[in-house]
């Protein structure tokens, strides 16, 4: 039995899709403990190419149960389409489990959401506008509602009811927006309780029932842990808790239950929407670090900033996380480069800063300090063993591992499942 947790360990998109459809191959559970569909995790296997939001990756693998857990916050339309979606592939969604924990994304989350973004002006977050901020909100007022609410609908309509007076008189007196219907939001959400009620169940005994078992259990995370809402570029960071820690607690398993960390990287730095990133290259050479990378959002399709590997900000999350093991993805997409630079320290004035910074102001102020290493200007996307990878290659890798202080266990050279080298 084994308990992996699998967490982005950048700003997002770092492939962690990828990492947890091959490794789930050995899986009897897969759990996604954070979030909501503001991250997008892609996937292609011998199905098809899929952008799953909500749905853990491992459910191509027809004997793997795929849990949402209860840190995930749901938007029910968004998870039906997605159910609807990956069944017109022929792929068996029968072991798919929603928590009955899981909070809901509700119409006034988003109203909310794209109000308050607005009101930001210049000074915005670059959220996706997808309710996700108001809902974990109204998680930490106690006032949201959580899947298992959808089961009774006279307690539903009463819950609904006493948030919606709350809810309509700030989007009617403060942004002046029209009210949300009770009555059209309540046959709305009472019918997709109906159509997800065959998969809402309480989770954290199955997933107890599993460790009983020595069941392999994967817990996959959502976004990275610079967006982390503690730790992360603070104000531009998500709403919940990408890190390793959280894992247990958006799961229902006990902390000591976690027996490794999997951290993801991409082999350079990628950051969309909002705030600092010290190594972001700007102009002709970023904008061609994200065609080769095809370096747009899998959930907004906006196009991600680019820029080299920041060791700092790795040693920073590989600490954050406990991190025992590292992958590293789209090594490929440097394959052409004659040099590749790391940043090993930031400056900001006269002074060396070898810390990731609290404050997202100074980190703004903060000058990569870069050391500069050769290319290997050939493909490694044919290539199936470490070994194998070219001589620069291996050097690269070494380099980012003494200056990460953690091994490299998986190096992903293309999108496709085989295209991953286990060391």
Same mark, same amino acid.
């Given at each position: 039995?084994?308990? !992996? ?24 559970? /897969? ?111 106690? !006032? ?6 959808? *089961? ?8 609904? #009811?006493? /948030? ?22 309540? @046959?709305?959400? &009472?019918?997709?309780? #109906? ?24 817990? @996959? ?21 990408? *890190?390793?820690?959280?894992?247990? /607690? ?15 990287? #991409? ?22 670090? &994200? ?8 959930? $907004? ?62 980190? #703004? ?6 050391? @500069? ?6 493909? $490694? ?19 980012? @591992? ?17 295209? /991953? !080298?286990?060391?």
């Amino acid at each position: 039995m084994a308990v !992996i947790a699998i967490v982005g360990s950048q700003w997002g998109d770092e492939g962690k899709g990828k990492i947890i459809d091959t490794l789930a191959e050995k899986a009897d559970i /897969v759990v996604r403990f954070s979030g909501g569909d503001n991250a997008g995790h892609t996937v292609i296997n011998p199905y098809g190419e899929f952008r799953l939001h909500l749905i853990p990756s491992g459910i191509f693998y027809p004997q793997t149960t795929c849990i949402i857990g209860s840190g995930v916050v749901v938007n029910p339309a968004i998870l039906l389409q997605e159910i609807t979606e990956i069944q017109a592939y022929d792929v068996d969604v029968s072991r798919l489990i929603l928590s009955d924990r899981a909070h809901l994304i509700m119409p006034y989350h988003i109203l909310l959401d794209k109000a308050e973004e607005k009101r930001r002006g210049q000074a915005m977050i670059g959220t996706t506008c997808r309710g996700i901020g108001p809902a974990f909100a109204d998680k930490a007022a106690r !006032i949201g509602i959580r899947a298992g609410d959808l *089961l009774d609908d006279n307690s539903f309509y009463h819950h609904l #009811k006493s /948030v919606l007076d709350i809810k309509n008189e700030i989007l009617t007196k403060i942004y002046n927006i029209a009210p949300v219907s009770l009555e059209k939001t309540y @046959e709305q959400y &009472r019918d997709y309780g #109906k159509q997800l009620a065959p998969i809402i169940q309480e989770t954290s005994t199955i997933l107890h029932k599993g460790l009983a078992n020595n069941d392999s259990i994967l817990l @996959e995370g959502a976004q990275g842990a610079l967006l982390d809402l503690d730790f992360g570029t603070y104000p531009y960071v998500t709403s919940s808790s990408p *890190l390793a820690g959280a894992g247990a /607690v958006g799961s229902g398993l006990g902390p000591k239950e976690i027996n490794h960390v999997i951290g993801v990287f #991409k082999a350079y730095n990628t950051r969309v929407g909002e705030g600092p990133m010290p190594t972001e290259l700007k102009g002709e050479f970023g904008d061609l670090m &994200r065609e080769k990378g095809h370096e747009y959002g899998a959930t $907004t399709a906006r196009p991600r900033r680019c820029g080299w590997f920041d060791a700092v900000a790795a040693r920073f999350s590989i600490q954050l996380n406990s991190c025992d093991a590292t992958a590293l993805t789209h090594l490929d997409v440097l394959d052409s480069l004659s040099t590749i630079k790391i940043c090993t320290s930031y400056q900001v004035n006269r002074e060396i800063l070898n810390y990731f910074p609290s404050k997202a102001s100074l980190l #703004k102020q903060c000058q990569p300090i870069y050391e @500069e290493l050769p290319g290997w200007q050939t493909s $490694t996307r044919n290539i199936h063993s470490f070994q194998q990878l070219p001589a620069k290659a291996l050097a690269y890798i070494a380099r980012l @591992e003494e200056l990460s202080g953690c091994p490299i266990k998986f190096i992903s050279t293309g999108p496709r499942r085989e295209q /991953v !080298i286990r060391r």
